[in-house]
Antibody, heavy 123, light 108 residues
Framework: QVRLAESGGGVVQPGRSLRLSCAASNFPLSNYDFQWVRQAPGKGLEWVAL????????YYADSVKGRFTVSKDNSWSTVILHMSSLRAEDTAVYYCARVMGSHLEKSIYMDVWGKGTAVTVSS | QSVLTQPPSVSAAPGQEVTISCSGSTSNIGNNYVSWYQQVPGTAPKVVIYNNFERPAGIPDRFSGSKSGPSASLGITGLQTGDEAVYYCGTWMSSYWLFGGGTKLTVL
């Protein structure tokens, strides 16, 4: 069964860093793009970042650009979200999702989601 | 305030049908494919419609999607209590993703 599992969440002080991992099971990580999506308590979904299958193309939401970095470790079947200079407004459940479809046709969507990992930024 | 506008809530009785709208512009929905995600409280989102109207395997044909110009819609017929969830529309903008604000569906 295709599966994604996030880990690495927790409570962190403002200004500090945190590293989230997304482990893929039963499919080759190297063939797919991935996105990170977050959800603040009681709020809607917010897109965070996308990483292309080759690990080279990367896109970020303006709210995290310059502070968050997404990467892929194909040998370990893991997608990483490194978050630095964390702020209270980064408090959320962070989901990793596999991307399907065609960028050329602007028809991508997220077909597999992890259960999420919670990040709380508080002093 | 989301660029993609959805009604905050809709409701209907079991067995009835409901339509959830997602209103955008020619620069987003008008020129891109739309997908819809169902999020039951306390769980991760799940795709129910992609490429405007395609259903993933395992999604019943009670769920349908359509798009006309700058707007898209999700239709659900034969409502069941298990359909209670928040539904989000979304689209890829070549370098960033847009989500609608979400619509809470209550099955009375």
């Amino acid at each position: 069964q295709v599966r994604l599992a996030e880990s690495g969440g927790g409570v962190v002080q403002p200004g500090r860093s945190l590293r989230l991992s997304c482990a893929a099971s039963n499919f080759p990580l190297s063939n797919y793009d991935f996105q990170w999506v977050r959800q603040a308590p009681g709020k809607g979904l917010e897109w965070v970042a996308l990483i292309r299958f080759d690990g080279v193309g990367k896109y970020y939401a303006d709210s995290v650009k310059g502070r968050f970095t997404v990467s892929k470790d194909n040998s370990w079947s893991t997608v990483i979200l490194h978050m630095s200079s964390l702020r209270a407004e980064d408090t959320a459940v962070y989901y990793c999702a596999r991307v399907m479809g065609s960028h050329l046709e602007k028809s991508i969507y997220m077909d597999v989601w992890g259960k999420g990992t919670a990040v709380t930024v508080s002093s | 305030q989301s660029v993609l506008t959805q009604p905050p809530s809709v409701s209907a009785a079991p067995g009835q049908e409901v339509t959830i709208s997602c209103s955008g512009s020619t620069s987003n929905i008008g020129n891109n494919y739309v997908s819809w995600y169902q999020q039951v409280p306390g769980t991760a989102p799940k795709v129910v419609i992609y490429n405007n109207f395609e259903r993933p395997a395992g999604i019943p044909d009670r769920f349908s999607g359509s798009k006309s110009g700058p707007s898209a819609s999700l239709g659900i017929t034969g409502l069941q209590t298990g359909d209670e969830a928040v539904y989000y529309c979304g689209t890829w903008m070549s370098s960033y993703w847009l989500f609608g604000g979400g619509t809470k569906l209550t099955v009375l």
